[in-house]
């Protein structure tokens, strides 16, 4: 129970990754707001009150300042102040590559994907210094950490987030306001549903995920358990990092490799 009656605001919490955050801080006492564009967000708000837990539910633009703003006004009046911040909301933008990229899908995912977090971390972090500590977490992916697992723009947008996860660390010295990232590899959700259904539909389930030593893609929850960690106590020393939960897949430069218990031919 390491929310008990913290206030938290997970964007994205509509489905995937924020919703396997938002069900698991409020399985640990946390109130939750439960911010998405999508009407997920009441669902995911109705999985916990149905559980016991509390959430409230708000359709929002992550990518909006005066949404965002909103949205911390929620927690602040519903809960009494804000502990944690998830700023999760992210759209892939397609695989559209550079040459097909015009500048209205960049600014797009930008928006989203790097603007939200900033705004994010703009507004929340000084609710959150109010309290005496807390924490942000933001989504990167390891699209941001190099080339070859999403679009230009959607690279781009991510190793932003990564950066900013650090700069924002920095600019909040003495607050007690601590800002990390993760940084999901393939995980099964909404974003990633057509590749995992395909797979299935295939029967090519085992080439999901093959190129991290773990052979296989990610459940949400196995993103969510980390986004607590950094968001709990528990990672109190922990401030401006990025952590790949990615099977290990960015740990190594693209070899061949020799697998467990067997010999080389
Ligand atoms: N799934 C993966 O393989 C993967 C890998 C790396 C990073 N990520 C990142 O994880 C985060 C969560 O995505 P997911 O995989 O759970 O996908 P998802 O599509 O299941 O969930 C994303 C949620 O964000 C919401 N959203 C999108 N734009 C929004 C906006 N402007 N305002 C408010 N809500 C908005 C969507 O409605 C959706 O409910 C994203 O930032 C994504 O880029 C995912």
Redesign the pocket.
Known sequence: MRFTDKSIIV??????????AALLFASEGGRVVV????E??DETAHLITQAGGTATAI??????EE?VIRTIALACNSFGGLDVMFA?????GGMANLFDTDVALITEVL???LI?PFLAIKHAAPRIAERGKGAIVL?????GIRSG??SPA?SAS?AG?INLAAVSAQQLTGSNVRVNAI???????????PVFDYAREANKMDRVGRLNPLHR??Q?EE?AKVALFLASDDASYVNGQAIAVDGGLSSSHPVTRQEYGKTAA
């Open positions: 964007t994205g919490a509509g489905s995937g990754i924020g919703r396997a911010a998405d564009k999508t997920g967000a359709r929002i633009d992550a990518g909006l949404d999760n909301a992210g759209i892939s928006r989203v994907n939200g989504t990167a992916s390891v699209a697992a999403g959607y991510k987030v940084c999901p590899g393939l995980t099964e959700t909404g974003m990633t549903k893609g990610a949400p993103l």
